[in-house]
């Protein structure tokens, strides 16, 4: 059954694919559209298809609730799906490599194209996006998709005005996301990029890789890849707000003739157990480059100046911070001979590597003390704690969201009370908030502890009862937990309170979060 219906003067058509519609492929029903229609799948099956889409203002997506996947024929320009004309939208689709030689899915269109909710896997690429040049922003959009196993996952080729979004990438070799040459005004935002961190099958795994000029990146989250972000003859892109850890060779890489890019408030780590050369920044003969309100944490480099075949040079490192992790021939700022004098590095604050800067580097002005330096290494998604201030003004990025520091935990990870006698009750508390380090935090405001009445036969006695808890819960701690010897610890007094089971939660009352199993129920119980 085809289902017409209209959109101002142009009607369109829905012509649905599956086992009891009208049409049992894409191919037939793609030869049935005209411009305008929809194309849409009605159930989850294998398609073997291979279609070069040459008319215009198509959309060819998946029903509700369907997951139709398609392979390849190899016949759409050696894929599944080739797009070669404007205003195709292509959405919750699944594409896999089976049968394929070279790339899922190709688009040649000139200035819109529109990918979503798709899911790519098993292919050489994943998607080849090619020659669009949007007229507006959202004329090119590639949002909400899975890339897995592929050897490049998403290919922006000569490209501009578009972007890139909430896309998730986690394949083993390859680039995961790259804006490759001649591709400028891009917008790479809020993307994941991942490998399982197996070296010997990554190779040379590029997280996001930006080979373009006039690029935006931000907001992304690469991790466990050779490189997080790296630069290949990239020219003055924007880079900032981005997560990058235990990437196995550098976290961030300028490779050579990376020239003019600006990077600002983005926070590279390693965790403890990785395994790799823990660099954080590493200029390979570019020049011309400025990082400023830059965290790293746990690195065994945190900035290389290095060289071949010329030097890294006019590069400023400014108002950022690095945390070393102190092992043997940790350097926490290095260069190469032709490099040591003609970088700036600027109110810095460089901590716990075994060298801090290298001993021909001058122009430095270095901040080795800090008191307020913490050294704690877990991040809450929404900002990252580490940070500095020196002579009155921050160090290292603040983070997207900088009134959230950190989610804490409780250990023990239930609060738990043993039945009280009598008519007085005093709950005392003994636990320690931590991060997923394992690092306990005393440095945050304390907590307020919430006690709540929680049996279902409450009375009007017990209601009163309750009431005067909440009234009364006023040790000489008041309600916070106060610093102690092991941890945070309170101590509660109350009087003529009912039996039954009461709740104890704890609320944050500073710039961090708390665990959901920060909370826990104690009993009180008559003689």
Not at 174 to 184: H, K
Not at 472 to 490: A, D, H, P, Q, R
Request: glycine share 10%.
């Amino acid at each position: 059954m085809i289902w017409i219906f209209s959109v101002g003067d142009m009607h369109a058509a829905i012509l649905k694919i599956g086992e009891n519609s009208e049409f049992d492929s894409l191919i037939s029903a793609y030869q049935a559209a005209q411009p305008g229609d929809e194309l849409v799948f009605t159930d989850s099956r294998t398609y073997e298809e291979g279609l070069n889409v040459y008319k215009e203002n198509l959309t060819i997506r998946a029903e509700p609730g369907q997951s139709p996947t398609l392979i390849g024929t190899g016949s759409a320009h050696q894929g599944v799906l080739h797009i070669g004309r404007d205003g195709i939208i292509i959405d919750g689709l699944k594409f896999d490599g089976e049968g394929v030689s070279n790339k899922l899915v190709t688009t040649g269109a000139r200035t819109s194209i529109i990918v979503r909710n798709c899911e790519f896997k098993n292919a050489n690429y994943g998607l080849f996006v090619l020659h669009t040049k949007a007229d507006e922003r959202e004329d090119l959009i590639i949002e909400n998709n899975v890339f897995n196993n592929n050897g490049n996952d998403l290919w922006l080729h000569n490209v501009s005005g578009g972007i890139a979004r909430n896309n998730i990438a986690n394949s083993d070799n390859g680039n995961g996301i790259t804006v490759g040459y001649w591709s400028s005004d891009m917008h790479v935002l809020n993307n994941t990029v991942y490998s399982n961190g197996n070296e010997f099958l990554m190779r040379n795994r590029g997280g996001i890789n930006i080979q373009g000029n006039n690029n935006y990146v931000a907001y992304n989250t690469s991790y466990k890849n050779t490189w997080g972000i790296s630069l290949s003859q990239g020219l003055n892109n924007v880079i900032e707000y981005n997560t990058l850890w235990d990437n196995t060779h550098e976290n961030l890489y300028f490779s050579i003739n990376s020239n003019n890019n600006t990077l600002e408030n983005n926070l590279d780590y390693f965790t403890d157990d990785f395994e790799g050369y823990g660099i954080s920044i590493l200029f390979y003969r570019s020049s011309g480059n400025v990082i400023s309100q830059h965290t790293s944490v746990n690195a065994s480099r945190g900035v290389w100046f290095s060289e071949m075949g010329g030097p890294s040079i006019n590069n400023s490192v400014i108002n950022s911070l690095f945390y070393g992790n102190d092992k043997l021939n940790s350097i926490g700022i290095d260069a190469k001979s032709q490099s040591y004098t003609q970088n700036q590095l600027t109110h810095i604050s460089v901590n716990n590597f075994k060298t801090l800067v290298h001993e021909n580097l001058t122009f430095t002005q270095l901040f080795e003390d800090d008191p307020e330096l913490s050294s704690v290494y877990l991040f809450n998604p929404t900002s990252w704690a580490l940070t500095a201030s020196t002579l009155g003004q921050p160090l290292g990025s603040q983070g997207v969201d900088s009134s959230v520091i950190d989610t804490l935990s409780c250990q023990p990870t239930l609060i738990t009370g043993k039945p009280l006698l009598g008519d007085d009750m005093a709950l005392n508390l003994d636990i320690a908030l931590v991060d997923a380090f394992g690092n306990e935090r005393t440095d945050v405001k304390p907590p307020v502890l919430e006690v709540t009445y929680i049996d279902q036969y409450l009375d009007s006695n017990a209601s009163a009862s309750h009431s005067q808890l909440m009234q009364i819960c006023t040790s000489s701690y008041g309600n916070k937990l106060m610093l102690g010897g092991n941890g945070w610890t309170f101590d509660i007094g109350a009087e003529n309170l009912s039996d039954g089971n009461y709740e104890v939660m704890l609320k944050p009352s500073g710039n961090y979060l708390i665990g959901d199993d920060c909370s826990g129920v104690f009993s009180r119980q008559y003689d």
